[in-house]
């Protein structure tokens, strides 16, 4: 994996002095090309006082990053791109983890790992580090389901939408917006990680049930919004379909419209 | 009445997300009478009216549904601009009780605006059937502006309302975002001119980097404004290291979350009600379609049966005794004519609208607008897109084309907030050219009353079909992208009242009677005298080519085509009478409706359309319309005599 890369090879490091500073420029520099404005005088603005001349010309020297005249339309090059699309990877990944896993708010600096919900997630994590049996402290960590099966692979843990199955309900993971504007929407209408959501019908729009509305969407919406498949279940307690086995075909009207009658004369 | 100066005095203004019931408020709150529905957008056009409380006036102004400033639709640009202009004094927020998550982030958003905000919960009751309580207070309290439960069923809450309006104050903002956020936001509406309103708004939305802003903006225009604002914008993403728009949805969202759940109990077990479970039935394919038949066979025999019933009730104890009494008093000539005659001014003109398509129109109307007070049309439309995405057309379009069986005018102006301009155009023409609007459609259903079920359904084929292959050639021959964004929520299903239904039905007639009676009467005097003169004798001639040999139709219906030029429903009542009187085959009944369904939309639907596309394309489309249609209306004659031998 791209993290690894970075972390388990030091001698990434020792090779360029100061690797950590030049780092902080490369990503700048990063976020300031994604922007769509690069120069010298920006680059000053956004490091701030920490700002050293010197730095950014040992990176030219290295080769890693190119300057117009008078410090304008600064660019890097493909080397450059591509060391600062790992450190940008892995920088933003590491939020992703501590959000996601550790518990939110981690401004606060209040990570509580224990809360996750998904055990899948947690799985992977587990898998991801080779199963370790202490914590950093010497005490046991209780063995989970992926250390007994000794899994090897770490599992996807997040399916989109469009791969549920009709009638299945899921936990919201991530939601995407190809717009800005649809971001409003979206939060209106609490499409929103952590939030359950029921399929209704996938074909021809996505009808999908949350906070007690329903609510119609495209594919490319629909395929935006990101569930936990460990959080799959059906509301009549159906095990979540296993993979590899497909559920019977045809009937599937029958069938829904016989769980409809078994349903409606229960309430 | 439209014309009811904004300026006047202090303006009320109701805003809220699509389909929660504004305008049943307005309709209340000021005793007038807008169409109310369930579906989103039913209003398009702001509604006003003048409100007294208490010795005050105040202009009370309906706006269409919106989501949030941040404009994604045409439609928001238009209630965004509309705010900033008349500048309101007070704003109510309409949000129903069910949705009240949903609702909040605008409520977050008008809280912005430093303004008096009065939130007024509607469809109370529904949630109570749900099993969750709503406690209003504990609302209130978290809001920190006063909240009124208002029922439109039993008209509780209006008099609240009304103290409320009176008293309420300048609302504060609820949400607070990170600092760095704060002191850009501070910095920008310092920087905006002095005199623009919601200067705190605009300043989100410039930092959200809302591309409509900067539309039709004359406080933004000013000179090197545009500059200094982006200057500052640019310099606050270089510094600020997240996306401050997800940022700022977020915290309104999580607000909006925890405000909704202090003010929300459930009370044991959350019911799934049966009627979400049959909305699923409408849209499946199979059930779906099924319904679809039986909703059309209730619409056939119910207008063909209680319009029938109603038109011989009239005609029996109204309309016969006086022509006759008229008959008696005029002598026969040249007066009697004038009135009575074939194209009289009474008996095609007065009688024929009131005696004739009236009872034809109350009835399609009541049906049409319980299945609108039902919920069914949006579900309709998400069946139907199964089929209608094979044209270039995304789910926004569906339901404007949908809502054309009730009025292509209002379908059209709904069609204008379809962001594609391919799709836009795809979908303004299929509207036009072979959707039968409420009026056609129930004098189509009058005439092939007398031809049977058969004949109903083998029209709804034949215009499902026209309407298939303009599509798939239009989706070939304009250029351009289809845009697949849409989300909608679809409105919960409602029980739908009687009483509220007969209103609407009621409105909805009256509406008809102000607009055509006139025209009805002008169109009977105009044809009077084509008549009296001999020029209606050679228009027949000149037509009779086409009309009897390319359309197999009687010479009658050179008449009704003419009428359709004035308005819709008098040509369909035409080809309604001949086809009573006995005069027009299977096979010719079924030729003369679907053309009149497809020839000359109405002249408002041409007006609306011409608005939006420009005079060049909408009479280009209108030509095409035309021509097709006589085209199509033959061949389905060549087609229908293959089998009935014509």
């Known amino acids: 994996m791209h993290e690894q890369d970075i972390h388990f090879h030091p001698q990434h490091h020792r090779q360029h002095a100061g690797g950590r500073a030049k780092e902080e420029y490369l990503e700048a520099l990063w976020t300031m090309l994604y922007e769509g404005r690069a120069s010298l005088e920006e680059l000053k603005k956004r490091l701030g006082s920490g700002f050293k001349l010197g730095i950014w010309q040992s990176l030219i020297m290295d080769g890693l990053v190119t300057q117009g005249s008078e410090g304008v339309s600064l660019d890097f090059t493909p080397e450059g791109r591509q060391r600062a699309e790992k450190l940008i990877r892995s920088h933003r990944l590491a939020e992703r983890l501590i959000v996601d896993v550790l518990g939110g708010a981690y401004e606060a600096g209040a990570c509580e790992f224990e809360h996750i919900r998904h055990e899948a997630l947690v799985?992977?994590?587990?898998?991801?580090?080779?199963?370790?049996?202490?914590?950093?402290?010497?005490?046991?960590?209780?063995?989970?389901?992926?250390?007994?099966?000794?899994?090897?692979?770490?599992?996807?843990?997040?399916?989109?939408?469009?791969?549920?199955?009709?009638?299945?309900?899921?936990?919201?993971?991530?939601?995407?917006?190809?717009?800005?504007?649809?971001?409003?929407?979206?939060?209106?209408?609490?499409?929103?990680?952590?939030?359950?959501?029921?399929?209704?019908?996938?074909?021809?729009?996505?009808?999908?049930?949350?906070?007690?509305?329903?609510?119609?969407?495209?594919?490319?919406?629909?395929?935006?919004?990101?569930?936990?498949?460990?959080?799959?279940?059906?509301?009549?307690?159906?095990?979540?379909?296993?993979?590899?086995?497909?559920?019977?075909r045809g009937f599937g009207w029958g069938r829904r419209w016989f769980r409809l009658l078994r349903r409606g004369s229960k309430d | 009445m439209r014309k009811c100066r904004l300026q006047d005095h202090p303006v009320i203004a109701i805003l809220g997300l699509p389909n929660t019931g504004k305008t049943q408020l307005f309709n209340q709150l000021t005793q007038r009478y807008e169409l109310v529905a369930n579906y989103p957008l039913t209003t398009i056009e702001k509604n006003i009216a003048k409100l007294k409380v208490a010795n005050k006036i105040f202009t009370v102004v309906d706006l269409p549904g919106f989501h949030s400033f941040f404009v994604t639709a045409e439609e928001e640009v238009y209630v965004r601009q509309e705010l900033t202009t008349m500048r309101p004094t007070i704003i109510i927020q309409c949000i129903e009780a069910q949705r009240l998550k949903q609702s909040l982030s605008l409520t977050a958003e008008l809280l912005e605006l430093g303004l008096p905000l009065i939130v007024c919960l509607t469809a109370v009751d529904e949630t109570k059937r749900q099993g969750i309580k709503l406690s209003s207070q504990r609302l209130a309290r978290a809001l920190g502006v006063p909240v009124i439960e208002y029922s439109a069923l039993t008209n509780t809450g209006l008099e609240a309302l009304k103290k409320a309006i009176l008293k309420v104050g300048i609302a504060k903002r609820a949400v607070r975002y990170p600092l760095p956020i704060e002191k850009a936001l501070k910095k920008l509406g310092s920087m905006l001119p002095e005199d623009m309103p919601f200067p705190f708004l605009f300043a989100r939305l410039l930092l959200e980097r809302?591309?409509?802003?900067?539309?039709?903006?004359?406080?933004?225009?000013?000179?090197?404004?545009?500059?200094?604002?982006?200057?500052?914008?640019?310099?606050?993403?270089?510094?600020?290291?997240?996306?401050?728009?997800?940022?700022?949805t977020e915290k309104m969202g999580s607000w909006a979350e925890k405000v909704a759940e202090s003010s929300l109990s459930r009370e044991g077990q959350l019911k799934e009600i049966r009627l979400q479970r049959l909305a699923f039935v409408l849209r499946h394919p199979w059930w779906g379609f099924l319904i679809l038949i039986m909703v059309l066979t209730i619409f056939y025999l119910a207008v063909v049966g209680l319009a029938g019933f109603l038109e011989d009730l009239l005609a029996t104890f109204c309309f016969d005794p006086l022509s006759a009494f008229i008959k008696e008093l005029l002598p026969q000539g040249f007066w009697q004519d004038f009135l009575l005659g074939e194209f009289g001014v009474l008996s095609l003109g007065l009688f024929n609208a009131l005696g004739t398509i009236l009872p034809i129109l109350f009835s399609f109307f009541l049906?049409?607008?319980?299945?609108?007070?039902?919920?069914?049309?949006?579900?309709?439309?998400?069946?139907?897109?199964?089929?209608?995405?094979?044209?270039?057309?995304?789910?926004?379009?569906?339901?404007?084309?949908?809502?054309?069986?009730?009025?292509?005018?209002?379908?059209?102006?709904?069609?204008?907030?379809?962001?594609?301009?391919?799709?836009?155009?795809?979908?303004?023409?299929?509207?036009?050219?072979?959707?039968?609007?409420?009026?056609?459609?129930?004098?189509v259903i009058a005439t092939l009353g007398h031809y049977g079920l058969l004949s109903f359904f083998v029209y709804l084929a034949f215009i499902g079909l026209v309407e298939v292959l303009a599509g798939i050639i239009l989706n070939r021959l304009i250029k351009g992208e289809r845009r697949a964004d849409f989300i909608q929520e679809l409105p919960t299903l409602r029980l739908p009242k009687l009483k509220a239904l007969m209103t609407k039905t009621i409105y909805r007639l009256w509406w008809f009677l102000r607009e055509a009676l006139p025209i009805f009467i002008i169109a009977a005097v105009v044809i009077f005298f084509l008549n009296y003169w001999g020029i209606l004798a050679w228009l027949k001639g000149l037509a009779r080519p086409l009309v009897n040999g390319w359309l197999g139709l009687p010479d009658q219906m050179v008449e009704a085509l003419l009428l359709i030029l004035a308005r819709n429903e008098l040509g369909a009542g035409q080809v309604l009478k001949i086809a009573q009187a006995g005069q027009l085959s299977w096979v010719q009944a079924l030729v003369a409706v679907s053309l009149i369904t497809m020839f000359v939309p109405c002249l408002a639907n041409v007006i609306a359309i011409i608005k939006e596309v420009g005079l060049k394309t909408g009479f280009l489309m209108l030509l095409a319309i035309n021509l097709t249609s006589i085209a199509l209306a033959g061949l389905l004659r060549l087609a229908l005599s293959l089998f009935y031998g014509g």
């Not at chain 1, 063995?143 to 090897?152: D, I, L, S, T, V």
């Open chain 1, 123 to 248: 799985d992977a994590i587990c898998t991801l580090l080779g199963h370790p049996r202490e914590c950093p402290h010497g005490l046991p960590i209780p063995p989970g389901e992926c250390c007994r099966r000794a899994a090897n692979a770490v599992k996807r843990s997040v399916i989109p939408l469009t791969q549920l199955e009709v009638g299945q309900s899921a936990v919201i993971a991530y939601v995407y917006a190809s717009r800005d504007g649809q971001l409003h929407i979206l939060e209106g209408l609490r499409l929103v990680p952590g939030k359950v959501i029921r399929l209704h019908q996938n074909r021809p729009v996505y009808v999908i049930e949350i906070e007690e509305s329903h609510v119609a969407l495209e594919e490319t919406v629909a395929a935006n919004i990101q569930v936990w498949l460990d959080s799959c279940y059906w509301e009549d307690g159906r095990n979540p379909p296993s993979q590899g086995s497909p559920r019977p």
């Open chain 2, 210 to 248: 809302d591309p409509s802003v900067w539309q039709n903006n004359s406080w933004l225009a000013r000179e090197g404004l545009k500059a200094q604002l982006t200057e500052k914008i640019q310099d606050f993403i270089l510094t600020y290291r997240a996306n401050s728009n997800r940022i700022i």
């Open chain 2, 367 to 443: 049906i049409y607008g319980l299945l609108e007070d039902i919920g069914y049309l949006p579900n309709l439309a998400i069946l139907l897109q199964r089929f209608l995405s094979k044209l270039g057309l995304s789910g926004r379009s569906m339901l404007p084309i949908v809502l054309g069986f009730g009025c292509k005018t209002m379908a059209s102006l709904m069609a204008k907030t379809i962001p594609s301009r391919k799709e836009k155009l795809i979908a303004l023409y299929l509207i036009a050219f072979a959707i039968p609007c409420s009026a056609q459609l129930g004098l």
